[in-house]
């Protein structure tokens, strides 16, 4: 199982768990691509999934990592070690 994190905007994100972390998907009429992962976490009080990181296709590489620091406090996979 793969934890898929899709980030949207500054104030929303989903959190979906699949067998596989594709590079594209398509969600709520947007086209994501995988930005980061699948990486596996290091194990804290339990193992956890590999987890992959989508947003908006249409984002360039700067403003991904903006909205991913931005996401960074309030989504737990972002801030694990990895």
Do not use: C
């Not at 590079?23 to 930005?35: A, H, I, N, P």
């Not at 804290?44 to 996401?71: C, G, K, M, R």
């Amino acid at each position: 199982m793969h934890s898929l994190i899709l980030l949207y905007d500054a104030k929303r994100f989903e959190r979906e768990q699949a067998e596989q972390a594709p590079d594209l998907l398509e969600r709520d009429g947007l086209q994501f691509s995988r930005r980061a992962g699948p990486r596996t976490p290091l194990r804290t009080d339990h193992d956890w999934n590999p987890v992959s990181v989508y947003a908006p296709d249409d984002l360039s590489e700067e403003e991904f990592q903006e909205l991913y620091e931005q996401h960074r406090a309030g989504v737990e996979e972002l801030h694990l070690h990895y």
